[in-house]
Every structure is written in structure tokens, then in C-alpha cells.
């Protein structure tokens, strides 16, 4: 199968050749899909997308007039895709539903281990000579609530590890994890609850339709005064706004961000000698309190090993049979 390779970046590459083992023709460009760079696709059976790539309608309709057939994800989220008109073209589309879960849970608690404890202000002061301690107070995690969003697979890992560090943990989800509830004690309750009580709130979300702005004005207005509040799940999930807003009034107390929800301008690029037009990111960015990560929790050699396998299983599986097992559409 002859297959475009989009959004490639230099560590990936190799673990795709790897998993391949030949079996494919694959083609590398660091571009993105868009409606600029879908011509590129003329003659390819397949593409292979990462979540910074537009696979909108229109972009669809132009993939679809070069002859694609499959679009294979290297990502669990395909937010980034119009599924509706991805079938109506009778294009298949296949995502990675898991990989490595501990890479993007054990980020999450070192985002949260490096706000509580002022790590990178500390290092910060430090480094122009300023070892005065008075800035950087934390708190034991120990019999801390923590609030978990989410407790899928990746949930789940962050649950587990907390729990290892004595915390009392609550969650909110669609549905019980019945697995994870026998292996550790873990409360569901509602999500005004848990914002109403949790200490850290941790969010491991798939971004929806129901799942947009999740977290807004209102949700933040019912979080203890004082939370740290993680995002390592998606962008949109949070109004940034809104966000920002309850940093400024204190209201939470920290902010760690692996994603962003305007972030496909940014996140992946060097912006060294070029300037990043979002004064809301910006802003977000430039408070001590908050720590952005460039969307890096999946940033392991075992997540980028299972990325790039089931990516290319996918891809077999068309090529053999046409159905694959991770089709979302």
C-alpha cells in the first residue's frame, strides 16, 4: 500500500519504518494536511494523520478526488476528522485506541509534582541567585482529594498513582471503571461535586461533542479556591478563557497544560525567530503558576513503539482484508 505519511516529525519516523518492516511504500512530509497540501496525496491509497492535521470536509473531498481510501491516525482522539463525511466517501478511518497509557498519566503527575512544589520558580530564582524559600510552598499529597476526569485507561494509571501516594481519590465518567474500582478504593460522583471538593483535579477526557468547554466560567466557579487543575487529555475540553480568568482571581491555584485548544498554530513548530500571534496563550503562558508542555504526554519510546504498530497494523489489515479492527467511522 502506497501511503502519504503527514505531520511526520524526526522521532517518529523511524519507529514507523521499523513497524512497517518493508511491507508498505511510505512517504514522509513534515506538512500538515490542509486544503493547501491535500493535492500532495494524488496517487496514495492511504494517509497517515496526526492530531495537528485538518481532515475537515473540505480537506476530505480533496483527499478523496486524489484517491485515498484509508486515513490511519496515530492518535486515540480523531476529534480532528469529519467522520460523517469521511463515510459518506466511503474513506475508512482507523485510530490507535491505546498506547503506552503510563507515558501521558506519569506526565500528568509530573506536571502536578512540579506546581505544588514550585519546582521550576524555584530553579527560576535560583539561577540569579535568589535562594529565599518564601515563594515556594507546597502542600503533602498525602490525603489530598484528587478528581479525576475520565478513567479510561489513562485515568485509570493516574488514578493508581495516586493512590500510591495515600491521596483519597473521586472521579467523574460516563461509566464506572468496575475493573479499577476492584483494584483501589475510588468514588464516582458528579463532576459539580468533584469540583466542589477535589484538592487537584486531573483531566483524561476524550473531546466530543458533549465534551467541549467541559470546563467553563461555571465549572471553575464551583472548584475549591486554591485547585491545581491538569490537562493532559485535549484542548478543547477547556474554555481558555475562562481558565485564565480563574487563575487571575485565584481561584485555581496552578495550572498544568499538555494541550491547548488553539494549539495546532503552535504546539510542534519552532517559534524561535518566529512570533506566536495568540495573546491568550501568551498570557496563559506567562503566569509562574502555569506550566505548558507542547502536547508531549505521549513523548516515550513505548508510547511511540505502540503508535507506530498499531498504525501500521491498521494499515495491513486494509491492505489484506479492507476491514480494520480500530475503524471509527
Known amino acids: 500500500m502506497k501511503v502519504l505519511v503527514y505531520s511526520i516529525l524526526g522521532f517518529d519516523k523511524a519507529f514507523l519504518e521499523k513497524a512497517a518492516h518493508g511491507n508498505h511504500e511510505l512517504v514522509f512530509t513534515e506538512q500538515p494536511l490542509n486544503e493547501s497540501t491535500a493535492a500532495l496525496a494524488k496517487g496514495f491509497d492511504a494517509v497517515s494523520l496526526f492530531t495537528s492535521d485538518d481532515a475537515s470536509e473540505t480537506v476530505l473531498q480533496k483527499l478523496y478526488t486524489c484517491g485515498v481510501k484509508y486515513i490511519a491516525l496515530r492518535s486515540v482522539g480523531y476529534d480532528h476528522v469529519d467522520l460523517a463525511r469521511a463515510k459518506s466517501l466511503a474513506m ?45 510552598v507546597g502542600f503533602d499529597l498525602h490525603e489530598k482529594t484528587i478528581g479525576i476526569v475520565g478513567t479510561g485507561k489513562i485515568g485509570a494509571v493516574f488514578a493508581k498513582i495516586m493512590h500510591g501516594f495515600g491521596c483519597k481519590i473521586i472521579a467523574f465518567d460516563i461509566k464506572e471503571n468496575k475493573e479499577l474500582m476492584d483494584e483501589i478504593p475510588i468514588t464516582y460522583v458528579s463532576l459539580k461535586d468533584l469540583c466542589a ?133
Open 92 to 136: 475508512k478511518v482507523a485510530n490507535v485506541p491505546e498506547y503506552s497509557p503510563y507515558a501521558i498519566a506519569e506526565l500528568a503527575v509530573a506536571l502536578l509534582m512540579a506546581l505544588n512544589r514550585k519546582l521550576v520558580l524555584g530553579q527560576t530564582l535560583m539561577q540569579i541567585g535568589d535562594y529565599r524559600l518564601d515563594h515556594l
Open 197 to 329: 471538593t477535589a484538592d487537584v483535579i486531573s483531566v483524561h477526557y476524550l473531546l466530543n461533542g458533549t465534551t467541549n468547554h467541559l470546563f467553563n466560567k461555571s465549572t471553575f466557579s464551583l472548584m475549591k479556591k486554591g485547585v491545581i487543575f491538569i490537562n493532559t487529555a485535549r484542548g478543547g475540553i477547556v474554555n481558555t478563557k475562562d481558565l485564565l480568568e480563574a487563575i487571575e482571581n485565584k481561584t485555581i491555584g496552578a495550572a498544568g497544560l499538555d494541550v491547548y485548544e488553539k494549539e495546532k498554530p503552535i504546539f510542534f513548530q519552532d517559534h524561535t525567530d518566529t512570533p506566536i500571534n495568540d495573546d491568550l496563550f501568551l498570557k496563559l503562558r506567562s503566569h509562574p503558576n502555569v506550566m505548558v508542555t507542547g502536547h508531549q504526554g505521549f513523548l516515550t519510546n513505548e508510547a511511540l513503539e505502540g503508535i507506530a504498530h498499531t498504525t501500521i497494523a491498521n494499515l495491513n489489515a486494509w491492505a489484506y482484508n479492507g476491514i480494520s479492527g480500530n475503524e471509527v467511522n
